[in-house]
């Protein structure tokens, strides 16, 4: 059987400002027309962050990057190829919506269409940023482990480096809006995670830190494929996690543990927007994964 894993290396917009920057309300619209095999709800996430950038690249403007991609294919034979894009990344930065984004769908020709307009708060990026690296790691603590595609039942570790000192939290969105706090672990009870810089962390790996109290995650899926988000956020300056309770979830004969404590999706949404409107140095970085359900 042939085994495929993609690697992506992407110049991260991620921003810090030691000034005061102002926010501004902007508006933007989306229209998607969505591949046979994208979800409804895949669609609208993909329709709800164009329309973001779009009204913040409408505000500030936009910046060129580039992305690598690295395909490698592993069987009888093995091959690989490589593919270099360019893209543009907007000058600012999405902090909460004023107004619920607005989603109509349609079909034309077969074709799903998915319209979404937005309205809500931006600001400028304007100086340096923390080029901190954070991986998702399948199976595995190395970094050759890095992937983005699960099946249910596949371990969860994420590596994280950050060239300053610094705070850091993780949480897990799923394709439900169910919010769970994977980091700090659920032994801190002061709701903080510190790290130092220059240190490479594997986090949720007893294995890679046996003197802490560490807690593993093994990924599931209620549907037949999921997309979940994993956030992952750090600052320089300290910040408490969101306030979150233990989750009424029980784990099923091959749970570990049970599931992470959660918040509502509005409660961590407006947690995090708080923090980012009073903290210009929080960085956020989200990574999208797939989790197939068990045949």
């Not at 294919?73 to 607005?102: A, L, M």
């Not at 994420?158 to 994977?182: E, I």
């Not at 594997?202 to 093994?218: N, T």
């Amino acid at each position: 059987m042939k085994k495929k894993i993609i690697v992506s290396l992407l110049l991260a917009i991620v921003s810090v400002s030691g000034l005061a920057q102002k926010m501004k309300t902007v508006e933007g619209e989306y229209i998607y027309y969505a591949p046979e095999n994208v979800s409804l709800a895949e669609a609208r996430r993909y329709a709800l962050n164009q329309a973001r950038l779009n009204a913040i690249a409408n505000e500030f403007g936009t910046i060129v990057a580039q992305t690598n991609l690295t395909h490698i294919e592993t069987g009888e034979k093995s091959s690989s190829r490589f593919s270099s894009y360019g893209s543009s990344d907007v000058k600012g930065e999405w902090i909460e919506d004023s107004d619920k984004p607005e989603y109509t769908e349609s079909y034309k020709d077969g074709t799903l269409i998915v319209t979404c307009k937005v309205k809500g708060k931006a600001r400028e990026i304007v100086s340096s940023k923390i080029d901190f690296q954070a991986k998702v790691l399948r199976n595995g603590i190395e970094d050759r482990f890095e992937g983005d595609q699960f099946k249910s039942g596949d371990e969860l570790y994420l590596s994280f480096l950050s060239p300053v000192n610094g705070y850091l939290a993780v949480y897990l969105v799923d394709d439900d809006d169910q919010v769970q706090c994977l980091l700090p672990y659920t032994s801190q009870t002061n709701g903080i995670y510190q790290v130092e810089a220059g240190r490479k962390y594997i986090l949720f790996s007893e294995k890679a830190a046996p003197r802490d109290q560490v807690d593993e995650y093994v990924l599931t899926a209620n549907h037949d494929l999921e997309h979940n988000q994993v956030y992952v956020i750090f600052s320089p300056n300290q910040f408490v996690k969101a306030v979150d309770e233990a989750s009424s979830r029980v784990a099923d004969a091959k749970g570990i543990g049970g599931f992470p404590r959660e918040v509502s999706f509005d409660d961590f949404h407006k947690w995090l927007a708080k923090c980012r409107r009073h903290d210009k140095d929080m960085c956020l970085k989200k990574i999208l994964i797939s989790i197939k359900k068990e045949s």
